[in-house]
């Protein structure tokens, strides 16, 4: 199926804190947001009044970092010291079991994990958000490897000629696999406010913790007519378990003058008991001998989604929830009718294990 991309004006209201990248919706940056109550125009004023602090410690989120050389004479000394100095923490984040994100603030002094001072970091040694990014892409892998590199955003602060204040907010993709350090080759994990080492065992026990299935629906049109449009329904699992013992709720919500039926297999109508949804089913599969299990890398079809008519419906909000053997997964998409043309915009989902449930 050919992926449609968006802009943000084409696509009518997207949900506060969302954007669109590539046709998909995802979280916008949180914590630069949640730090500064903005994402552009930040100035060096804003991070005198914002973060030299006494209260703005760091923590399992938050790490400032003073660029500190010893030997400045060889290049690759000094490039390995300051990759080691940025990529440590960035890993450390990103390997947190339960939201996996972080920011890290470079030119900030700090004594006691409390900052103390802006130490500025100098064009000799980070240009610009450019070179930055190809330090922390170039030296950041994963076991298994990953398909989604960590959502990166880097916002630079200047402060006086030729040097500057980097905000690095990272954010993982993919939760399932474990980070490491190409230029160590260390795991590293983000506990409270400091950034711990792995030891090999410890890294096998985490990739272990990680290792889960990953099911989620995904939608994709077949038929197109001038009344109707049909979508192939279908579970996919991108973990490195199966999917077993499925139950799964699908819920919809779209305008009075339209006809849903989602049809097939093991597919049961439960609108008459969730009444906050126009339309709402359950499926349940993962249960042999009557159904097979959710195969990793693999797209198991269950059934079709029929809307009528089609013309002009605007939007169709659904929310899933899949229950499954070791937790559960929530997911939110958008069926967009623009100009005639249907298709579906997938919000990032989320599978949480029973174990992280508080």
């Known amino acids: 199926m050919k992926k449609t991309k968006f802009k943000e004006n084409e696509i009518g209201r997207i949900p506060e804190g969302w954007e669109i990248i590539k046709g998909v919706v995802g979280r916008k940056m949180e914590l630069i947001i949640s730090l500064f109550g903005k994402e552009t125009g930040i100035s060096k004023e804003d991070i005198e009044e914002t973060i030299i602090k006494p209260d703005k410690k760091e923590n399992s989120t938050l790490e400032y970092k003073e660029i500190r050389l010893l030997d400045m004479n060889q290049k690759k000394l000094k490039d390995k010291q300051i990759g080691d100095q940025i990529v440590k923490p960035l890993v450390g984040f990103i390997n947190k079991l339960i939201d996996g994100n972080g920011l890290l603030i470079l030119g900030i002094k700090e004594k006691n994990h409390s900052p103390i001072g802006i130490s500025p970091i100098g064009e000799n040694l980070i240009k610009n958000e450019e070179q930055l990014r190809a330090i922390i892409t170039s030296n950041i892998a994963s076991v298994p490897h990953s398909r989604n590199f960590p959502k990166l955003t880097i916002i630079k602060v200047p402060v006086n000629e030729n040097k500057n204040i980097f905000l690095v907010e990272i954010k993982r993709e993919d939760g399932y696999c474990v980070y490491y350090s190409q230029i160590s080759k260390c795991a590293y994990l983000r506990r409270n406010d400091e950034t711990l080492i792995l030891s090999p065992a410890e890294t096998i026990e985490l990739v272990a913790k990680k290792n889960f299935p990953r099911v989620f629906i995904d939608f994709e049109k077949i038929t197109e007519t001038e009344n109707e449009i049909i979508f192939e329904t279908a579970f996919k699992n991108e973990g490195l378990e ?6 799964c709720s699908i819920r919809f919500f779209y ?12 597919i049961r109508d439960i609108s008459n008991i969730n009444l906050d949804s126009k339309k709402a089913y359950q499926i349940d599969v993962g249960y042999p001998p009557g159904s097979s299990f959710i195969y990793p890398q693999q797209r198991s079809v269950f059934g079709k989604l029929r809307i009528s008519p089609k013309k002009d419906f605007g939007l169709i909000s659904i929310g899933v929830r899949i229950n499954e053997d070791k937790g559960f997964t929530t997911q939110n998409l958008i069926i967009l009718n623009k100009n005639g043309v249907a298709s579906v915009l997938k919000f990032n989902y989320q599978f949480v294990p029973y174990l992280m449930i508080k």
């Open 242 to 247: 199966p999917g077993r013992y499925i139950v």
């Open 255 to 266: 305008n009075d003058n339209l006809n849903i039926n989602l049809e097939g297999q093991n």
